[in-house]
C-alpha cells in the first residue's frame, strides 16, 4: 500500500486514464497538463488531504490484491513498493500498487483463462501465459461490477506499469460494491506499447512548450487562457448563434426555478407546522435542521501571495444604443 511516488512533473501511469475517451470523473487532458506545467515550475500540486473515499480504498488495497494472489495461484506478493517504476527511454513513471510471481527459474507458465466461479476474466475468454513476476493494480468502487474491465479504470495504469518494468503481464484487481471482488488478467500488448510512446512523448513535449490541447470544456478554456488582457476581439458572426443559445439557457434555467418555487410555496402552505406529507405516489418531508449554541471565535487568515484567476463565466450584456462595455 503505497501513495504516489513517481514525480509530479511528467506523465504518470496513472494518469493515462484520462486519454481513454469515456474517462468518467471530469479531470480533463488540460488539467493533468496544466498540473505537470505548474509541478515543472517547482509549485506544490499536490493536495495533503486525502478524500475518506481514497483512504477507504488505501485500507482494503492488500487484502483486495493478496485475495487475488490466493486465486490466480501467485506467489511472493510485494504489496509494499517505495521506489516509483521509471520507463527506461519514455518520460513515463508509476507506483504500482504490487508485484507478484507466477512462475520462478524454469517452471511452465501459470495459465489463466476466464473462471465466472473464481471471478477471473481475460481478454476475448482467452487463456493468458504468466511467466516470471507482473504488475497487480487494485481499484475499489460503488458501482456493480462488469465482466469488462474499462480502459480507465486500472487497465491503461497497469500497462503503463508494464512498460516501466519491463513485465509481460499484470492482474487488475476490483472490488465493486463492497463485495463482488473482481481479477482482470492480461499480456503485454505491443499496439499499447506503440500507443503509448506517442502519447507520452507528445505530453512531455506540451510540459516544455506550455502547448495545451485542444479546450474539451469551459473550464479547459480558463487553464488555456488563464488571465485576460484590456482589448476588444471582433468575433464571427455564427457566434452570435452560441450567445443566443446561452440567453436562451438561461432565461429557461430561471424559468424551472419559478416553477419549482411556485410549486414549493403551494406544497409547504398545505403542510405548515406538519414534516410530513402523503399525496398520490409521493411521500413529502419538510422538517427542521438544530445547530448548537457556540461561542464566538475568531478566525486567523493565513496570508496569501497575489494571483490572477480567470473568470469561469461570461458576462453576457445585449448591446443597446450601440454602447460597449
Same mark, same amino acid.
Given at each position: 500500500?503505497?501513495?504516489?511516488?513517481?514525480?509530479?512533473?511528467?506523465?504518470?501511469?496513472?494518469?493515462?486514464?484520462?486519454?481513454?475517451?469515456?474517462?468518467?470523473?471530469?479531470?480533463?487532458?488540460?488539467?493533468?497538463?496544466?498540473?505537470?506545467?505548474?509541478?515543472?515550475?517547482?509549485?506544490?500540486?499536490?493536495?495533503?488531504?486525502?478524500?475518506?473515499?481514497?483512504?477507504?480504498?488505501?485500507?482494503?488495497?492488500?487484502?483486495?490484491?493478496?485475495?487475488?494472489?490466493?486465486?490466480?495461484?501467485?506467489?511472493?506478493?510485494?504489496?509494499?513498493?517505495?521506489?516509483?517504476?521509471?520507463?527506461?527511454?519514455?518520460?513515463?513513471?508509476?507506483?504500482?500498487?504490487?508485484?507478484?510471481?507466477?512462475?520462478?527459474?524454469?517452471?511452465?507458465?501459470?495459465?489463466?483463462?476466464?473462471?465466472? @466461479?473464481? &471471478?477471473? +476474466?481475460? %481478454?476475448? !475468454?482467452?487463456?493468458?501465459?504468466? #511467466?516470471?513476476?507482473?504488475?497487480?493494480?487494485? $481499484?475499489?468502487?460503488?458501482?456493480?461490477?462488469?465482466?469488462?474491465?474499462?480502459?480507465?479504470?486500472?487497465?491503461?495504469?497497469?500497462?503503463?506499469?508494464?512498460?516501466?518494468?519491463?513485465?509481460?503481464?499484470?492482474?487488475?484487481?476490483?472490488?465493486?460494491?463492497?463485495?463482488?471482488?473482481?481479477?482482470?488478467?492480461?499480456?503485454?500488448?505491443?499496439?499499447?506499447?506503440?500507443?503509448?510512446?506517442?502519447?507520452?512523448?507528445?505530453?512531455?513535449?506540451?510540459?516544455? @512548450?506550455? &502547448?495545451? +490541447?485542444? %479546450?474539451? !470544456?469551459?473550464?479547459?478554456?480558463? #487553464?488555456?487562457?488563464?488571465?485576460?488582457?484590456? $482589448?476588444?476581439?471582433?468575433?464571427?458572426?455564427?457566434?452570435?448563434?452560441?450567445?443566443?443559445?446561452?440567453?436562451?439557457?438561461?432565461?429557461?434555467?430561471?424559468?424551472?426555478?419559478?416553477?419549482?418555487?411556485?410549486?414549493?410555496?403551494?406544497?409547504?402552505?398545505?403542510?405548515?407546522?406538519?414534516?410530513?406529507?402523503?399525496?398520490?405516489?409521493?411521500?413529502?418531508?419538510?422538517?427542521?435542521?438544530?445547530?448548537?449554541?457556540?461561542?464566538?471565535?475568531?478566525?486567523?487568515?493565513?496570508?496569501?501571495?497575489?494571483?490572477?484567476?480567470?473568470?469561469?463565466?461570461?458576462?453576457?450584456?445585449?448591446?443597446?444604443?450601440d454602447d460597449i462595455d
Amino acid at each position: 500500500m503505497v501513495g504516489k511516488k513517481s514525480p509530479d512533473y511528467q506523465l504518470s501511469c496513472s494518469g493515462l486514464a484520462v486519454f481513454d475517451p469515456n474517462y468518467p470523473y471530469g479531470l480533463t487532458k488540460n488539467e493533468l497538463l496544466d498540473r505537470c506545467i505548474r509541478a515543472a515550475r517547482f509549485e506544490n500540486v499536490r493536495d495533503d488531504k486525502q478524500p475518506l473515499f481514497m483512504r477507504v480504498g488505501d485500507v482494503l488495497e492488500n487484502p483486495i490484491l493478496e485475495e487475488a494472489c490466493l486465486r490466480l495461484g501467485l506467489k511472493n506478493p510485494q504489496l509494499d513498493i517505495d521506489e516509483p517504476l521509471i520507463h527506461k527511454t519514455l518520460p513515463l513513471a508509476g507506483s504500482p500498487d504490487g508485484i507478484a510471481t507466477a512462475t520462478e527459474g524454469d517452471e511452465p507458465p501459470l495459465v489463466v483463462k476466464t473462471d465466472l @466461479t473464481e &471471478n477471473i +476474466f481475460t %481478454p476475448s !475468454n482467452e487463456e493468458v501465459r504468466l #511467466i516470471g513476476d507482473g504488475i497487480l493494480e487494485a $481499484k475499489t468502487t460503488r458501482d456493480y461490477g462488469d465482466d469488462d474491465l474499462p480502459d480507465w479504470r486500472g487497465k491503461f495504469q497497469a500497462q503503463g506499469l508494464m512498460e516501466c518494468a519491463g513485465l509481460d503481464w499484470c492482474a487488475v484487481v476490483v472490488l465493486y460494491a463492497s463485495t463482488d471482488l473482481r481479477v482482470y488478467v492480461y499480456e503485454r500488448d505491443p499496439e499499447f506499447s506503440s500507443w503509448l510512446e506517442e502519447i507520452a512523448t507528445d505530453f512531455d513535449e506540451r510540459i516544455k @512548450t506550455r &502547448n495545451y +490541447f485542444e %479546450p474539451e !470544456n469551459s473550464l479547459d478554456a480558463n #487553464i488555456i487562457w488563464s488571465e485576460s488582457v484590456d $482589448k476588444i476581439v471582433e468575433l464571427p458572426d455564427d457566434i452570435q448563434t452560441k450567445v443566443q443559445d446561452i440567453q436562451a439557457a438561461k432565461r429557461i434555467i430561471e424559468n424551472a426555478k419559478q416553477i419549482i418555487d411556485d410549486s414549493e410555496t403551494a406544497i409547504k402552505v398545505q403542510m405548515q407546522e406538519s414534516d410530513h406529507a402523503m399525496v398520490g405516489d409521493y411521500q413529502i418531508k419538510w422538517g427542521s435542521r438544530r445547530y448548537k449554541a457556540k461561542p464566538e471565535v475568531t478566525k486567523v487568515i493565513p496570508a496569501t501571495e497575489a494571483r490572477v484567476v480567470r473568470n469561469k463565466t461570461l458576462t453576457i450584456k445585449e448591446i443597446q444604443n450601440d454602447d460597449i462595455d
